[in-house]
């Protein structure tokens, strides 16, 4: 055989391996909105919306936000993969827009802030969303909402900057080291250089810190006694991919804290899409005078 054929031939089967990535990658959202749409979102809302970035290192953190500028702080932490397209439609909520001064932020590797680039440690990336505490804290109350691995972030903020977070709601939260499962196998040669360009980089991103979450929940354990704000964990019986019994973890860690349990016999784990006054409620629980004080 000629070297000329020899080398259609490889470029062919090199076509025809590469076909299914590229596929994957055309065809898997990025689980993020346009800096367009984000407007376009606002403004079929009529809603005075901002968007805004600021860098922490070498991370950009990119966020939204709208609402009463005079009232508390409430925000949202978006799950795995995701971003703040997660709960921007509760920007859109005409009673909390009232209530709260409303921030939905993209984690880090996600979104519009550094996408495809992960931040395992949820230390990090807590350290990577305090400047948004920091700049709007002004003496108002600050209450986090946290959907999926976005539960475990916002515990870990209570936990290292007390003195900024004034309430948590843990949505559908995988909080306990002992429930996560055995994914190693597939996780871990995934998160190498050598094979985690085949993920599209929103999954790139997920798979990078969900593979390093269970050393970073056990991590978090001897802090728990540390968390005192009022929390209101959030989860449905039905969620397939974080147990229900991530409730009874919150149950025995949070002991120097006053918790509600809103449970749902029928929830999956998709609560923000599913069950979006089940969030709405407990925001407006922990905004009231009752919950979080100034």
């Known amino acids: ?7 259609i031939r490889i470029a062919i089967a090199v076509t025809v391996l590469s076909l299914p990535l590229i596929l994957l990658h055309a065809c898997v959202p990025s689980f993020r909105m346009s800096s367009a749409e984000v407007d376009a979102f606002f403004a079929e809302n009529k809603i005075k919306g901002t968007q805004h970035h600021y860098t922490v290192g070498s991370k950009v953190i990119h966020y939204v936000k709208a609402g009463d500028a005079t009232q508390p702080l ?36 996600f979104g519009h802030s550094n996408f495809g680039t992960a931040e395992p440690s949820l230390e990090k990336q807590a350290l990577a969303l305090k400047p948004i505490l920091e700049q709007y804290k002004s003496n108002r109350p600050i ?28 949505v559908a939260g995988s909080v306990d080291p002992d429930l996560e499962p055995n994914e190693t196998w597939f996780r871990a040669p995934l998160a190498t250089p050598f094979l985690s360009w085949i993920l599209p980089r929103s999954f790139r991103a997920s798979n990078e810190e969900i593979y390093q979450l269970k050393p ?10 540390n968390i005192t704000c009022p929390v209101i964990v959030i989860h449905g019986k039905k969620d397939e991919l974080v147990p229900f019994e991530n ?24 609560v923000p899409w599913s069950n979006p006054e089940m969030i709405r409620e407990a925001v407006i629980k922990m905004v009231s005078a009752d919950k979080v004080s100034r």
Do not use: C
């Open 216 to 225: 970073e929940l056990q991590q978090m354990l001897p802090y728990w006694k």
């Open 143 to 170: 209450v986090l909402v946290g959907h999926s691995l976005g539960g475990p972030l916002i515990v870990r903020m209570a936990m290292t900057y007390p003195e900024l977070v004034d309430g948590l709601i843990i």
């Open 74 to 109: 409430v925000l949202f932490v978006h799950g795995s993969p995701g971003s703040l397209s997660a709960f921007i439609r509760f920007l859109a909520d005409t009673v909390l827009l009232k209530k709260a001064l409303l921030i939905s932020t993209d984690r880090p590797g």
């Open 247 to 270: 409730i009874d973890f919150a149950k025995k860690m949070l002991v120097n804290a006053p918790v509600e349990f809103m449970i749902n016999e029928n929830m999956n784990h998709f």
């Open 1 to 7: 055989m000629s070297l000329f054929r020899r080398r």
